[in-house]
C-alpha cells in the first residue's frame, strides 16, 4: 500500500455541499421554531394553574418533559445547523451532522407526543 492512498481523504462534492447549505437552513428555521415556541410554553402555564387567560391543556407533571426535551431538541437543531455549514465548507463531517439531526428529531419528537398525549 502507498503512503497516498492511506492519507486519500474524500471530500463531499459540490451538490451535497449546496444540499448543506439548504439544510441549514431548515434546521435553522426548525432550532428558531422549536425555541420560541419553548418560551412560549414557559411563559403561559398550563391550564389547571390558571383561571383564565393563555394556558397550555396539558397538566403541570407534563411540562417539565415537555420543555426538556423542547429546548433540547432546539438546541441540537441549532448545533445541527452549525455542523451543516461546517459539512458545506469543508466537505467531511457528515456522520457527527446526521448525528446531531437524529438526536435533535427524537427530542421534539418526545416533546411533541408527550404534549399531546399528556
Known amino acids: 500500500m502507498e503512503a497516498s492512498?492511506?492519507?486519500?481523504?474524500h471530500k463531499a462534492g459540490a451538490l451535497r455541499r449546496v444540499g448543506a447549505v439548504v439544510l441549514a437552513i431548515v434546521l435553522a428555521f426548525v432550532a428558531a421554531v422549536?425555541?420560541?415556541?419553548?418560551?412560549n410554553v414557559s411563559d403561559s402555564g398550563v391550564c389547571e394553574d390558571k383561571a383564565f387567560g393563555e394556558c397550555y391543556d396539558f397538566s403541570g407533571s407534563v411540562e417539565p418533559i415537555v420543555l426538556g426535551f423542547g429546548w433540547i431538541g432546539g438546541i441540537l437543531a441549532g448545533i445541527a445547523?452549525?455542523?451543516?455549514?461546517?459539512?458545506?465548507i469543508r466537505g467531511r463531517g457528515g456522520r457527527?451532522?446526521?448525528?446531531?439531526?437524529?438526536?435533535?428529531?427524537?427530542?421534539?419528537?418526545?416533546?411533541?407526543i408527550t404534549a399531546r398525549v399528556g
Open 34 to 39: 422549536a425555541i420560541v415556541a419553548m418560551i
Open 96 to 112: 457527527p451532522l446526521l448525528t446531531a439531526i437524529g438526536l435533535s428529531a427524537a427530542a421534539l419528537a418526545v416533546s411533541i
Open 81 to 88: 445547523a452549525l455542523l451543516a455549514l461546517g459539512f458545506a
Open 5 to 9: 492512498e492511506t492519507t486519500t481523504t
